[in-house]
């Protein structure tokens, strides 16, 4: 019994040590790096940073553009979510609710532009934008231009969830006299919350990650965290600065990706229900 | 109480008629059943009188009022759906409270409705319950009473037993049959059992490729079906083709089968007039001045002895309640002319 469990426990632990050295090794680094005091340089051959303060916090808050960045990501990033979640919505209750010629055509059309490189839909979205006459709003073009490259990821989780409606649970709403919006709650809402919710996530955590259209459109007056990041990295090459950069965009996202494993979690013992 | 009818309804789909010029009539307190094999557009017709379908033609009335049009939502019927279709977070009080707060009683009324229907059913142990953590046969009584406390005019079943296994299908059945008496319930019930048809209902339409081939009660469905196809649905059935021959005695006449000569009541006869017969096996009575028939097979039931016979090549059955014959055997076998019935059409 015990050397059944070792047996099967073996490869688990290595496999938990590895992620966890995958995990920690870089986050150590970027923590480490970014208390590195100017004072003292941090070369190869010290395990540890000589002099260690939280004077790069200080410099990058006061004296970069990291508090525009701020505000322009953190504003950007939200209103990219529910833009996205709503321009979805239609499609994907089509693709959901309704049975028609070419439906898995479409599918697969819908998801086409994650194949598309990044950067490629950057540039020429960003003429698109130029020769509209539209650039000089960038945070609208760029709102604009996030919420067409996450499109295909909502209107797929969302095609899904629409899909787990169940049409007798709006049948029976209805037969018991519901209104639309009384159907909506009851039948609607508890299959679709779940699927929401990760759209609402997951575009807001590739929004906040977005480089090359923040980059290419947003360039030189609107700056959000990656592109603040890339000119440190790029220009300054300051790998303090850039640390601190980067666990300001990792760290939250991080436990935003917690959050989303626990409502793709409960998603389904609420639907699942035997028969019910 | 109230009444349901139904007029040259029309439903097709991408050029199939469902239901092809049905017209019924239900009367207040009655228990319906619309009993046929799959595709034979009994839900079709369910859903038309729940409002999920509009007809392509005819009416429907509840009462005196024309509903054709009304929608699902505003008609007064409930509906019980046949994967019960509770709302999975919403605990049992709040599934059966729901079309109460629809229709925006007060909480006072909705408590007494509710728990009427809930001790009716049995349900007081499991009111703060998930539908998840119950049985199939609390969520079917769940189901139930979700449509009960509605107070419906007409109450629709669509095949709610299909879900139960046996035992249980028995026990929901006569629950469903008291409650619908003590409730004064006029209910339409869909299923393609017969046997949930005959121990149910005040009276089945049989329903054959979008048709009503024969509305009546239970026993008139058993004992005298008007086609093959009633005759062979409910209860196994013999059915010979035959010729009229000769009037035997006032209303009977003997009737020229592959078989032999059988004796029949025939209301309309004509001399040599081509007909089908049927009648029931266990109608079949042995006597040693019968038709001979051949046993292929014997197969014993406990109360009866079901025999596979043939004569002439003519396979058929017979059921009587002791016999020692075997295969191989020749037995002789005759029918009473009551138990010989005409029928309008083939099978």
Known sequence: MIARLRIDQAPILVLLLICTLWLLIPFTMAVLWSLVDPSGTWTPDTLLPPVISLYRWEFMWNNSLLQPALLNSYTLAPTAAVVTLLL???????????????????KLIALLPLVVPTFVTAIFFSSILFQMGLAQYRFFAILLAHAVLFLPFAI?????????????HVDAARDLGASPLE?????????????????????????????????????????TVPTLLYSQLGQDFNRSNAAVLALILAVPNVILMLILERFLKSANPALSSGKG | MIGVSANGLVMRFDGVTAVDDVTFDVAPGEFVTLLGPSGCGKTTLLKMISGFLQPHAGSIRLGDEDITRVPPEARDTALCFQSYALFPHLSVRENLEFGLRQKRLSRDERRRRVEEVASTLELDPQMDKLPNQLSGGQQQRVSLGRALVMRPGVILFDEPLSNLDARLRDQVRILIRRVQRDFGLTAIYVTHDQSEALALSDRIFVMNAGRVEQADTPEALYYRPRTGFVADFIGGANILRGRLTA????GEWAVDTPIGVLTARVDAPRRGAEVHLCWRPETAELAADGLPAQVLHRAFQGHFTDLAVATNGVPYRIQVPRTQAREGDEIRFRIAPEHVVVLEAGP
């Not at chain 1, 309704?98 to 479409?106: H, L």
């Not at chain 1, 797929?156 to 007798?168: A, G, K, M, N, Y």
């Open chain 2, 247 to 250: 009037q035997t005695a006032p």
């Open chain 1, 88 to 106: 979805a919505m239609p499609t994907a209750y089509a693709l959901g609710r309704y049975d028609f010629p070419g439906k898995e055509t479409v």
């Open chain 1, 183 to 223: 159907r909506f709650r009851v039948a609607y809402w508890p299959a679709l919350k779940p699927g929401i919710m990760a759209t609402l996530l997951i575009v807001f955590i590739q929004s906040i990650e977005e480089f090359a259209i923040a980059y290419i459109v947003g360039t030189p007056d609107f700056t």
């Open chain 1, 156 to 168: 797929r989780i969302l095609t899904v969830s629409f899909e787990q409606v169940r049409q007798d």
